[in-house]
């Protein structure tokens, strides 16, 4: 079974979304990287989520969106992103529309997450991301425990990522 086979078998993937999500990707031009839970895969052992966390060059927003609509998706707007998502699969596209995540996506590289080649952010800007979701009191308790566990694994896998721990997280981490 490949890491693709694995993944929508956990996932309810009756369509690949994520394989649909980077052709879209592609025909729009857009740039884009993948942060949170599914890019901290890049770097140490999977964990399976079923949010796929991106963010989008923002000139590349909108015309993402109709596409996506076009393709199936039901396009939903928040406060900080803009949620897809279809029937046909479990996944959550969640494209993150805080500017500050903006500035991740030239320093993207491709890598191969549970079989798809896609941009992931660079691993401090994996961690920077965590730490920005972390340190947002208004998210549900559960979610913070997982940032913070994706934290852990990332500074577990290269110590020097330490140093950018603020200390009310290197105290959460102890």
Known sequence: MTGKDFFRAVVNGKKDV???MLKLLKDASAD????????VNAYVE???SLDLD????????????????????SVERFARSVNLSIPESDVRIQLQTDSRYQEFIPRARTETVL???MRVAAIEDVLQGKLWAYS??????SKRQK????????????????????????????
Do not use: H, K, Q
């Open 18 to 20: 994520i394989g649909l």
């Open 136 to 141: 947002d009191a208004t998210r549900r308790g």
């Open 46 to 48: 999977p964990v399976v």
């Open 147 to 174: 940032d913070l566990a994706d934290i852990m694994r990332l500074v577990e896998s290269r110590p020097s990522l330490a140093a950018m721990l603020p200390d009310e997280v290197t105290r959460a981490l102890t």
């Open 115 to 117: 079989g798809y080649t």
């Open 32 to 39: 884009y990287c993948l942060v949170g839970g599914l890019a």
């Open 54 to 73: 991106m963010v989008v060059i923002s000139s590349g927003l909108e015309p993402l969106c109709r596409a996506a609509r076009a393709a199936g998706f």
